[in-house]
Protein backbone atom coordinates (compact mmCIF):
# COMPACT_ATOMS: atom_id res chain seq x y z
CA UNK A 1 0.00 0.00 0.00
CA UNK A 2 1.14 3.52 -0.66
CA UNK A 3 1.82 6.01 1.80
CA UNK A 4 1.18 9.65 2.46
CA UNK A 5 2.56 11.94 5.11
CA UNK A 6 0.41 14.76 5.96
CA UNK A 7 2.44 17.22 8.11
CA UNK A 8 0.16 19.87 9.45
CA UNK A 9 -2.19 21.77 12.27
CA UNK A 10 -5.28 19.92 13.55
CA UNK A 11 -8.76 20.99 13.58
CA UNK A 12 -11.03 19.76 16.39
CA UNK A 13 -13.96 20.48 14.04
CA UNK A 14 -12.67 17.73 11.77
CA UNK A 15 -13.06 20.10 8.21
CA UNK A 16 -9.07 21.14 7.59
CA UNK A 17 -5.92 20.35 8.51
CA UNK A 18 -4.59 16.98 9.86
CA UNK A 19 -8.27 15.53 9.70
CA UNK A 20 -8.69 16.46 6.76
CA UNK A 21 -5.86 15.51 5.30
CA UNK A 22 -6.34 11.71 6.98
CA UNK A 23 -10.26 11.38 5.14
CA UNK A 24 -8.94 12.43 1.85
CA UNK A 25 -5.99 10.07 2.21
CA UNK A 26 -8.28 7.31 2.86
CA UNK A 27 -10.84 8.30 0.58
CA UNK A 28 -8.25 7.35 -1.84
CA UNK A 29 -7.14 4.11 -0.54
CA UNK A 30 -3.93 5.03 0.61
CA UNK A 31 -2.46 4.91 3.90
CA UNK A 32 -2.17 8.28 6.07
CA UNK A 33 0.46 9.53 8.45
CA UNK A 34 0.48 12.45 10.18
CA UNK A 35 2.48 14.82 12.18
CA UNK A 36 1.03 17.29 13.87
CA UNK A 37 2.24 21.10 13.93
CA UNK A 38 -0.16 22.86 15.96
CA UNK A 39 -3.53 22.59 18.09
CA UNK A 40 -6.16 25.03 17.08
CA UNK A 41 -9.57 25.60 19.06
CA UNK A 42 -11.78 26.55 15.62
CA UNK A 43 -14.75 25.63 13.67
CA UNK A 44 -16.92 26.04 10.92
CA UNK A 45 -17.21 29.94 12.14
CA UNK A 46 -13.36 30.45 13.08
CA UNK A 47 -10.35 29.85 14.41
CA UNK A 48 -10.34 31.15 17.89
CA UNK A 49 -6.50 29.97 18.97
CA UNK A 50 -4.07 28.52 17.84
CA UNK A 51 -1.21 26.55 20.59
CA UNK A 52 1.86 25.88 18.08
CA UNK A 53 3.75 22.47 18.86
CA UNK A 54 7.20 22.45 20.12
CA UNK A 55 9.45 22.38 17.30
CA UNK A 56 11.43 19.17 18.44
CA UNK A 57 8.61 17.44 18.71
CA UNK A 58 7.86 17.97 15.51
CA UNK A 59 11.45 16.85 14.33
CA UNK A 60 11.36 13.83 16.35
CA UNK A 61 7.51 13.06 14.90
CA UNK A 62 9.22 13.11 11.51
CA UNK A 63 12.25 11.11 12.48
CA UNK A 64 9.76 8.53 13.53
CA UNK A 65 7.92 8.57 10.79
CA UNK A 66 10.57 8.47 8.06
CA UNK A 67 12.59 5.43 10.12
CA UNK A 68 9.83 3.30 10.26
CA UNK A 69 7.54 3.79 7.35
CA UNK A 70 9.09 6.14 4.78
CA UNK A 71 6.18 7.95 3.09
CA UNK A 72 6.08 8.06 -0.82
CA UNK A 73 4.82 11.66 -0.42
CA UNK A 74 4.47 14.48 1.90
CA UNK A 75 1.89 17.10 1.88
CA UNK A 76 2.61 20.27 4.21
CA UNK A 77 0.25 22.42 5.56
CA UNK A 78 -0.40 24.82 8.56
CA UNK A 79 3.09 25.34 10.42
CA UNK A 80 2.51 28.42 12.64
CA UNK A 81 6.12 29.28 13.38
CA UNK A 82 9.32 30.33 11.78
CA UNK A 83 10.89 27.62 14.21
CA UNK A 84 8.57 24.81 13.05
CA UNK A 85 9.10 25.70 9.27
CA UNK A 86 13.09 25.37 10.22
CA UNK A 87 12.40 21.84 11.63
CA UNK A 88 10.39 20.75 9.00
CA UNK A 89 12.89 22.04 6.10
CA UNK A 90 15.62 20.29 7.95
CA UNK A 91 14.30 16.88 8.39
CA UNK A 92 12.65 16.86 5.09
CA UNK A 93 16.45 17.77 3.79
CA UNK A 94 17.90 15.31 5.49
CA UNK A 95 15.68 12.17 4.55
CA UNK A 96 15.40 13.38 1.10
CA UNK A 97 12.10 13.37 1.11
CA UNK A 98 10.42 12.59 -2.33
CA UNK A 99 7.16 14.15 -3.94
CA UNK A 100 6.30 16.99 -0.89
CA UNK A 101 3.31 19.07 -1.72
CA UNK A 102 3.31 22.33 0.33
CA UNK A 103 0.11 23.90 0.54
CA UNK A 104 0.65 27.45 2.42
CA UNK A 105 -1.15 28.15 4.87
CA UNK A 106 -1.16 32.24 5.89
CA UNK A 107 -4.26 32.82 6.70
CA UNK A 108 -7.78 31.28 7.61
CA UNK A 109 -10.61 31.35 6.13
CA UNK A 110 -12.14 33.63 8.41
CA UNK A 111 -9.19 36.28 8.09
CA UNK A 112 -6.86 34.84 11.10
CA UNK A 113 -3.14 35.41 10.76
CA UNK A 114 -1.40 31.74 10.80
CA UNK A 115 2.29 32.67 9.86
CA UNK A 116 3.98 35.66 10.46
CA UNK A 117 6.15 37.33 7.91
CA UNK A 118 9.80 35.94 9.11
CA UNK A 119 8.16 32.73 8.88
CA UNK A 120 6.67 33.15 5.38
CA UNK A 121 10.58 34.14 4.15
CA UNK A 122 11.85 31.23 5.80
CA UNK A 123 8.97 29.33 4.15
CA UNK A 124 10.15 30.46 0.29
CA UNK A 125 14.04 30.32 1.24
CA UNK A 126 14.23 26.90 3.24
CA UNK A 127 11.00 24.80 2.57
CA UNK A 128 9.76 25.81 -0.88
CA UNK A 129 13.48 24.78 -2.63
CA UNK A 130 12.47 20.98 -1.16
CA UNK A 131 8.90 21.09 -2.82
CA UNK A 132 7.89 19.28 -6.11
CA UNK A 133 4.32 21.45 -5.93
CA UNK A 134 3.61 24.27 -4.60
CA UNK A 135 -0.02 25.44 -4.86
CA UNK A 136 -0.83 28.74 -3.10
CA UNK A 137 -4.37 30.53 -3.38
CA UNK A 138 -4.10 34.24 -4.85
CA UNK A 139 -4.36 36.11 -1.87
CA UNK A 140 -0.87 33.53 -0.91
CA UNK A 141 0.60 34.45 -4.09
CA UNK A 142 -0.06 38.34 -3.54
CA UNK A 143 1.88 37.84 -0.18
CA UNK A 144 4.61 35.36 -1.74
CA UNK A 145 5.02 37.81 -4.89
CA UNK A 146 4.81 41.32 -3.33
CA UNK A 147 2.27 42.31 -5.75
CA UNK A 148 -1.67 42.33 -6.56
CA UNK A 149 -2.48 38.62 -8.55
CA UNK A 150 -6.55 39.95 -9.53
CA UNK A 151 -6.20 38.70 -13.30
CA UNK A 152 -4.93 35.34 -15.51
CA UNK A 153 -1.88 37.88 -16.56
CA UNK A 154 -0.62 38.63 -12.99
CA UNK A 155 -1.54 34.17 -12.09
CA UNK A 156 1.48 34.05 -14.70
CA UNK A 157 3.54 36.41 -13.48
CA UNK A 158 3.52 34.95 -10.41
CA UNK A 159 3.73 31.61 -11.05
CA UNK A 160 6.89 32.35 -13.26
CA UNK A 161 8.31 33.98 -10.04
CA UNK A 162 7.72 31.41 -7.75
CA UNK A 163 9.47 28.89 -10.06
CA UNK A 164 12.12 30.44 -10.57
CA UNK A 165 12.95 31.37 -6.72
CA UNK A 166 12.44 27.68 -5.68
CA UNK A 167 12.77 25.71 -8.58
CA UNK A 168 9.03 23.86 -7.55
CA UNK A 169 5.89 23.57 -10.09
CA UNK A 170 3.25 26.20 -8.98
CA UNK A 171 -0.51 25.36 -8.61
CA UNK A 172 -1.87 28.90 -8.53
CA UNK A 173 -5.41 28.44 -7.15
CA UNK A 174 -8.05 30.71 -9.15
CA UNK A 175 -10.65 30.17 -6.84
CA UNK A 176 -10.64 34.20 -5.93
CA UNK A 177 -10.71 35.12 -9.40
CA UNK A 178 -13.89 37.49 -10.19
CA UNK A 179 -14.46 35.41 -13.63
CA UNK A 180 -14.26 31.96 -13.54
CA UNK A 181 -12.56 29.57 -11.15
CA UNK A 182 -9.53 28.54 -13.51
CA UNK A 183 -6.18 27.39 -12.18
CA UNK A 184 -3.06 27.41 -13.80
CA UNK A 185 0.15 24.99 -13.14
CA UNK A 186 3.41 25.88 -13.71
CA UNK A 187 6.03 23.55 -14.34
CA UNK A 188 8.96 25.80 -16.27
CA UNK A 189 7.42 24.96 -19.77
CA UNK A 190 4.87 27.17 -19.88
CA UNK A 191 1.62 27.54 -18.54
CA UNK A 192 -1.26 25.08 -18.59
CA UNK A 193 -4.68 26.74 -17.89
CA UNK A 194 -7.31 23.90 -15.91
CA UNK A 195 -10.56 24.69 -15.91
CA UNK A 196 -12.50 24.88 -12.92
CA UNK A 197 -15.99 24.98 -11.94
CA UNK A 198 -16.98 27.58 -9.37
CA UNK A 199 -18.89 25.02 -7.34
CA UNK A 200 -22.03 27.55 -5.64
CA UNK A 201 -21.88 26.32 -1.89
CA UNK A 202 -20.93 28.10 1.97
CA UNK A 203 -19.26 24.78 3.20
CA UNK A 204 -15.85 24.72 1.53
CA UNK A 205 -14.49 24.55 4.93
CA UNK A 206 -10.52 22.41 4.27
CA UNK A 207 -10.82 22.85 0.62
CA UNK A 208 -7.07 23.87 0.37
CA UNK A 209 -6.24 20.88 2.45
CA UNK A 210 -7.95 18.57 0.38
CA UNK A 211 -6.74 19.64 -2.93
CA UNK A 212 -3.41 19.10 -1.65
CA UNK A 213 -3.53 16.15 -0.01
CA UNK A 214 -5.18 14.32 -3.25
CA UNK A 215 -2.69 15.96 -5.34
CA UNK A 216 0.03 14.34 -3.13
CA UNK A 217 -2.25 11.41 -3.27
CA UNK A 218 -2.02 10.89 -7.09
CA UNK A 219 2.08 11.37 -6.96
CA UNK A 220 2.46 8.75 -4.72
CA UNK A 221 0.74 6.29 -6.52
CA UNK A 222 2.64 7.22 -8.93
CA UNK A 223 0.67 9.65 -11.27
CA UNK A 224 1.99 12.13 -13.60
CA UNK A 225 2.05 15.91 -12.21
CA UNK A 226 -0.88 17.38 -14.65
CA UNK A 227 -2.63 13.80 -13.93
CA UNK A 228 -2.70 14.12 -9.99
CA UNK A 229 -3.59 17.62 -10.43
CA UNK A 230 -6.55 17.33 -12.45
CA UNK A 231 -7.85 14.00 -10.99
CA UNK A 232 -7.09 15.88 -7.52
CA UNK A 233 -9.36 18.60 -8.48
CA UNK A 234 -12.40 16.28 -9.76
CA UNK A 235 -12.12 14.64 -6.26
CA UNK A 236 -12.38 18.24 -4.50
CA UNK A 237 -15.26 19.15 -7.16
CA UNK A 238 -17.48 15.77 -6.11
CA UNK A 239 -16.58 16.43 -2.73
CA UNK A 240 -18.68 20.15 -2.86
CA UNK A 241 -20.76 18.96 -4.97
CA UNK A 242 -22.19 16.19 -2.85
CA UNK A 243 -23.54 18.76 0.00
CA UNK A 244 -23.06 17.61 2.75
CA UNK A 245 -24.29 20.80 5.43
CA UNK A 246 -23.06 20.22 8.75
CA UNK A 247 -22.31 23.69 11.55
CA UNK A 248 -23.09 27.36 11.68
CA UNK A 249 -20.72 28.58 9.16
CA UNK A 250 -18.71 27.68 6.43
CA UNK A 251 -18.85 24.06 7.01
CA UNK A 252 -16.74 21.03 5.87
CA UNK A 253 -16.87 18.83 2.74
CA UNK A 254 -17.96 15.12 2.21
CA UNK A 255 -14.52 13.84 1.98
CA UNK A 256 -16.15 10.03 1.84
CA UNK A 257 -18.61 10.85 -0.85
CA UNK A 258 -17.27 7.76 -2.79
CA UNK A 259 -18.06 5.65 -0.36
CA UNK A 260 -21.57 6.37 0.06
Same mark, same amino acid.
Not at 10 to 27: H, L, R, V
Not at 33 to 47: E, F, K, P
Not at 82 to 91: F, H, K, P, S
Given at each position: ?6 I?G??? &? ?14 H @????? /? ?18 ? /? ?17 ? $? ?7 ? +? ?7 ? @?? $? ?13 ? &? ?8 E ?5 ? @?K?L ?22 R?? /? ?5 ? @???? +?? &????V ?24 KG ?29 ? +? ?28 L??? $?
Open positions: MKTVLSASDP &SGGAGIQADIKTIAA @RLYAM /SVITALTVQNTQGVFAVEAV /SPELVARQIDCVFTDIRPD $AVKVGMLGR +EEIVLAVAE @RL $AFYQAQRVVIDPVMV &STSGRRLLDRAVLLL @RRFPLAYLITPNLPEAEELCGFPVEK /SDMERAA @RQLF +EE &SGAALLKGGHLDAGADDLLWDGTGADWLERVRSANTHGTGCTLSSAIACGLAQGRGLA +ESVQLAKAYLTGALKAGLDLGRGNGPLNHYTS $A
